[in-house]
């Protein structure tokens, strides 16, 4: 199995499902914002691994396109018999700095963290959150939306540094 950066329409409706998934018991509850804190935690570890151009948080991105695009072709063909091939117009987040994979990977270490300190059924709302977050991402409509991201990043990161070097402090 090859890693892919094309998303097909197969992949999107597996991340759907997901997303809906997550978003149906909390829309049937008590709309209280606590219970999407797990599924946002696994979405933001997402989004950050698909600024990643490698490493493994970029093949973690690069494998979420192959593994949805598979299942969810195959969901589509099996509950509807049609096929769900078709490419989607890509996307990528670009222009991640040295400074800003730093945050990214405190990011993902945060995540991490929660993670570990999760529950069952939140430990698997953390990890539909990061499918649907690096899923998203590998569309030209997440991609375009979120291309500020990396921007951002990096001067959060340049902000960090700088502070740690003692600029503008004396």
């Known amino acids: 199995m090859t890693a892919t950066n094309t998303l097909t329409l197969g992949g999107l409706l597996l991340a759907l499902i997901i997303l809906v998934c997550n978003l149906y018991p909390w829309w049937r509850g008590n709309r209280d914002m606590k219970m999407l804190a797990p599924f946002g935690k696994g979405t933001a570890a997402g989004i950050s691994a698909a600024m990643c151009p490698g490493g493994i948080l970029g093949w973690a991105h690069s494998?979420?396109?192959?593994?949805?695009?598979?299942i969810g072709e195959r969901t589509s063909q099996a509950t509807t018999g049609t096929a769900s091939g078709q490419s989607i117009t890509t996307g990528q987040l670009v222009g991640l700095g040295a400074t800003g994979?730093?945050?990214?990977?405190?990011?993902?270490?945060?995540?991490?963290?929660?993670?570990?300190?999760?529950?069952?059924?939140?430990?698997?709302?953390?990890?539909?959150?990061?499918?649907?977050?690096?899923?998203?991402?590998?569309?030209?409509?997440?991609?375009?939306?979120?291309?500020?991201?990396?921007?951002?990043?990096?001067?959060?990161?340049?902000?960090?540094?700088?502070?740690?070097?003692?600029a503008g402090v004396l």
Not at 63 to 70: A, D, E, K, L, Y
Not at 129 to 138: I, K, M
Not at 141 to 163: K, R
């Open 101 to 166: 994979a730093a945050i990214v990977v405190l990011t993902v270490l945060l995540v991490v963290l929660a993670y570990k300190e999760a529950g069952k059924k939140d430990r698997r709302r953390i990890i539909g959150g990061a499918y649907v977050g690096s899923t998203f991402c590998l569309t030209a409509g997440v991609a375009g939306a979120l291309a500020w991201l990396p921007g951002t990043l990096n001067g959060l990161g340049d902000g960090i540094v700088a502070a740690f070097q003692g």
């Open 63 to 70: 494998r979420s396109g192959t593994v949805g695009n598979g």
